[in-house]
């Protein structure tokens, strides 16, 4: 029986989550876990960052380049949505050749787990009829933005049907253009597509989590956190014993870590003594 369990990872700029992401699933979990991370930089710009990203922790590596994925990018439209949507069409695309994947968990790199039980169970009901599980608000977070509703993209847990993902990421493409245009956010694309060719999503959770809040994201369901600053991954990491691996180490041990990309000071905004708590969205 394989027990191997399939992540993919992207991760465009955070190479220092990227790093602690990765330190999590294979230096701390006990399951067989095969990470296969994803970059959509340009060629110029990965060629200056490419060495930041710890490749001995990374068992399937793919460049994606996005020739306007670079640090001279920072029109809206082109970097919250147009590049997102894109690397996520061609991320799924790429899984779904995979042969050897049955059913993959989706993330980007900043949403970390702290209890794999929960975090690597709702695998286990995506199938042949339930193609697709995640972290999906409807009714509570529609807007102009979102108006079919809110997906969160991390993690979302996949049934490999090539099928399936090829008629999702078609719909995709095919209204890439208008959803741009009317300024949809992200989550608000993909869940419109998912409504548009028909797929149910298994709700995992109804808890939303903003990295605007890091003091108050941990979705007690899937047990994720999203931190932009990976320092404060600290009070989580100690209270449930993550700590092996280098990368973690020295997240635990620094009082501030400056980012590879933007040579940004990043300290530590929580510690010992503070707590993460919850906040929660209702589904009606």
């Keep these: 029986m394989n027990d191997q369990i399939d992540i993919a990872i992207t991760c465009s700029w955070r190479f220092e989550c990227l790093n602690v992401m990765l330190d999590i699933l294979k230096n701390n979990a006990s399951q067989n876990i095969k990470t296969h991370v994803f970059c959509n930089l340009s060629e110029e710009t990965f060629g200056k960052y490419c060495n930041q990203i710890d490749y001995s922790l990374i068992d399937s590596f793919h460049h994606l380049p996005n020739n306007r994925c670079s640090a001279s990018a920072t029109e809206k439209n082109e970097v919250r949505r147009r590049q997102p ?32 039980k929960p975090y690597l169970g709702f695998l286990s009901k995506v199938d042949e009829s339930i193609f697709c599980a995640g972290k999906i608000i409807r009714k509570d977070l529609k807007s102009p933005k979102t108006p079919s509703g809110y997906l969160c993209m991390s993690p979302l847990y996949f049934y490999n049907d090539k099928n399936k993902i090829g008629l999702l990421t078609e719909d995709l493409i095919k209204n890439r253009l208008r959803y741009t245009q009317q300024g949809y956010a992200f989550e608000g694309m993909v869940c419109e597509s998912f409504r548009n060719v028909g797929f149910e999503v298994f709700t995992t959770s109804n808890y939303f989590i903003s990295n605007y809040e890091f003091y108050k994201n941990l979705d007690p369901v899937t047990w994720t956190t999203h931190q932009h600053n990976p320092l404060n ?20 041990e620094s009082s501030h870590i400056i980012q590879s990309y933007d040579s940004l000071v990043l300290k530590r905004e929580l510690s010992k003594g503070d707590t993460i708590s919850f906040q929660e969205v209702k589904l009606q």
């Design 85 to 116: 949507l894109d690397f996520f069409i061609n991320t799924l695309n790429v899984m779904s050749k995979k042969s050897e994947v049955q059913r993959f968990l989706y993330t980007e790199c900043d949403f970390f787990p702290v209890q794999m």
């Design 233 to 252: 991954l600290s009070v989580l990491l100690g209270k449930y014993g993550i700590d092996k691996g280098k990368h973690i180490k020295g997240i635990l």
